[in-house]
């Protein structure tokens, strides 16, 4: 009877194997391996051999640091970037607006300029006018004689 050759040896080498080959250890995998035997059987074995992985515990505070540290330095990498990228784009802006101060102060100027002259223009205009009327009176008071 074949049932007989279902041992705990047998199902640890085919477990192990399976393990090495990155497979997971089930009862149907390792019938089919086996090629034979009862699913209770090989159930009490994989249990068995279950027990006998390693098993690592880890508390709360060693979950958080193996899990925080990798995700604080991405997150820190994202930042530095960000910070770079948003730095060089201030220094572009600040340039910017050096230079529509600058042209400001240009426009400004010519302005201030453009107003002297129009009130120089205005001041000469009512002369003209003041001595327009002047003719004006003079010429009536020669129509009139």
Known sequence: MKES????????TICDKL?????KP?????RQQLG???YTTITEHL???????????????????EIKLPIKNLFQKKVDHYYKEYQFKIIVLNNQLEEAYAEKIQADILCEAQADEIEKLSAGNLALRAEVDAL??????????
């Open 36 to 38: 034979f035997g009862s």
């Open 5 to 12: 050759k279902v041992n705990y040896e047998n199902i640890k």
């Open 19 to 23: 393990v090495a080959e990155g497979q």
């Open 47 to 65: 249990r068995q051999w279950n027990k006998t992985l390693l098993v690592v515990e880890l508390t709360e505070d060693e979950i958080a640091r």
């Open 136 to 145: 004006k009176a003079s010429l009536a008071i020669l129509d009139g004689k």
């Open 26 to 30: 089930t009862v149907a995998v390792i």
